[in-house]
C-alpha cells in the first residue's frame, strides 16, 4: 500500500485541464502575486491538455512532441522543487486565447504532486500555478477557472483562499475558431483601466442573470466596449449573426467563440467541443490504489 | 435562439450528482441555515445519481421507479417556486450512508433550473439544496462536497459563501460495502460534542498531509474515537485489516468503504466505483444550445 513512486514500474502521472477561452475580464495587480488576478468568465472546454510528468535529472518540456519553452511550466516545477520530463498534448493551439499555459502550470502541478507524492491539496497546487502564470505574465484567470470546470465566474481575483468563484450552470457544444494570438502583455499594459472598467460593467450584467446566452452577449459588449476587437474577428462575429446566430471574441487570441452550430452553420470550419464540466483531475498516478495488491 | 423550455419539444431537464461517503466530520448548527453544516472529508463517487425534472401541475418524486418521500427535494422545488415530475436513477441504496438525499437536493435545483430556465447561478443553486437538506435534517455537508466533486475537504461550514473547500487530488478505484442505515438525527442529538471533538483532530491530521491514505486513516480514527463503528461495520473492516488492507466506515450508515481491491481480496463482494472527479453538472436541458438552428 506504499504510495511512493519508487516503488512501482511506472513513476509518470497524468493530470487533465480544460482549456479556458475568458468572455470578460478585469486586471488586478497585487505586490503578493497569490492576490493578483482578475474577476471576469469564460468557458471551460473539453479540448484541454493532458500533461504527463516522469522525474528526470533535468527539466524538459514537449508540447505535442516538440520541444517549447513554458516559463509558467518551469516556474511550477522549480516551485515544488522538483525536475521531471513534461509532455504535453494539446488539443488547441497555444498562444491562441485558449489559456493553455495556465492550463500546462496547473496540470504540472497536479502530476507532479502525484508523481513525486508530494502531499499538497488542491488548493496549494491551484496557488502555484497561478502565482507561476501570473509571474510569467502569461495569464490572470485562466488557472483557477480551469480548476473549477464549466462556465467560471471569478467574483474576487486571486489564488485560494481570496479568489472565489460562482458558476453558470449548463451544458453546451461550443464552436471556436481561431487564426491567431495577440500580444497579451502589450494591450494589458497600454489599458488596463478601459479593460476593467469595461469587465465591471458586463460581470455585472452577468451576475444578474447568470445565463449562457446572457454570457455571451456579454461578452460580445466587452469585446466592443475594450476596442480589443481585430478586424478579422469582427468580421467573423458579424458573418454569424448575419445568419442569426451569436458569437464574440475569446480572450486575447484572434478566437472567436459561439454555441450550438453558430459558426458552422456560418460557413465556417470551426474545432467542435464542448463546456467541460468539471475542472482539472489527475488522469492516472503511481498505482497503489488501482491494482490489486 | 430561445432558451424557454416551452418552445421546445421536451422540457425536461437532467442533472447528474455524485454520491459523497464521508469519512470526517464535525457538526455547526446555526440559526441561518446556510451557515449551519459540517467540516470534515469525503469521496465523492461516480456512483452517483441522475435527476429528471419535468415540469407538472404537482410534484411527485420517483426513485427507481418508485414514488418516494424526499423532504430535501421537496423544499428545493418550494424554494425554487416550481412543481415537477422528478425523476431519481440512483445507483447506490438510500439512507445508508451516501449522501444521496442531499445528491437528490441538488440535482433538482440544478435541473429545475435549467428546465425552467431560472437563471440562478450554481452558488444559488447549491445554497437552496443545502438549506433544504439543513432544514428536513438528512444532511450537513453532503450538498457542497457532492457540488466540487474529487475528495472535498470542508474547511468550513455552510454553503457558499460561507463555507469554503479544499480537495485531496487524486484519483482512485474504490469499493464500498452496505448492510443498511443508521439512524442520522438520535446520533448527532446525542453527541456531537464527542463527534466534533474527534472530527477536529482528525481534520488537523489530514490538512497536516492531504493524501488519500491518509483519508482512510483519519476515517479510521474518527470512527474509533467517536465510538460510531458498530459491530458488523468493525468485522468487515477487522476483515480487511488482516488480509493487509485498510477500510474505514462511511458516516453515517452501514457501510465500509476502501481503495482498490482491499474489500473484494478480503472476500466481499462490494459495489466497485471511482473517485468522480467533476462534481455535479447538467447533462441535458432544452435544446438551443446543442441543435441546429
Known sequence: MSPSPSSTGSPS????????????????????????????????LEAGVTVEITPAETTTVLVNGEPTAVEAVDRVLD????????????????????????????????????GFDLGNSENDLIEVAHVAEVEAG?????????????TPIRLEP??????????????????????????????????????????????????????LPRFLEQSRAFARDTGLLTEDVLEVIEAVEDTGGRASM?????????????????????????????????????GWNDSPR
Open 158 to 211: 486571486g489564488a485560494p483562499p481570496h479568489g472565489t468563484l460562482d458558476g453558470i450552470p449548463g451544458t453546451a457544444r461550443v464552436e471556436v475558431l481561431t487564426s491567431g494570438g495577440l500580444s497579451t502583455p502589450a494591450i494589458l499594459e497600454d489599458r488596463p483601466e478601459r479593460i476593467t472598467e469595461a469587465g465591471e460593467r458586463a460581470l455585472e450584467e452577468l451576475l444578474d442573470r447568470p445565463t
Open 79 to 114: 516551485s515544488l522543487g522538483v525536475d521531471a520530463e513534461v509532455e504535453v498534448d494539446a488539443e488547441l493551439p497555444l498562444g491562441s486565447g485558449f489559456g493553455l499555459s495556465g492550463a500546462m502550470a496547473l496540470g504540472s502541478a497536479l502530476a507532479s504532486n502525484a
Open 250 to 286: 475569446g480572450m486575447l487570441g484572434r478566437t472567436v467563440m459561439a454555441f450550438g452550430t453558430d459558426l458552422s452553420e456560418a460557413g465556417f470550419d470551426p474545432v467542435v467541443t464542448r463546456i467541460h464540466p468539471g475542472g482539472a483531475s489527475i488522469l492516472e498516478e503511481p
Open 138 to 150: 502569461t495569464g490572470l484567470g485562466d488557472v483557477v477557472a480551469a480548476a473549477r470546470g464549466g
Open 13 to 44: 502521472a497524468t493530470a487533465f485541464v480544460p482549456a479556458h477561452v475568458t468572455g470578460i475580464f478585469t486586471v488586478h495587480r497585487d505586490d503578493d502575486p497569490s492576490r493578483s488576478g482578475s474577476r471576469g468568465a469564460g468557458l471551460a
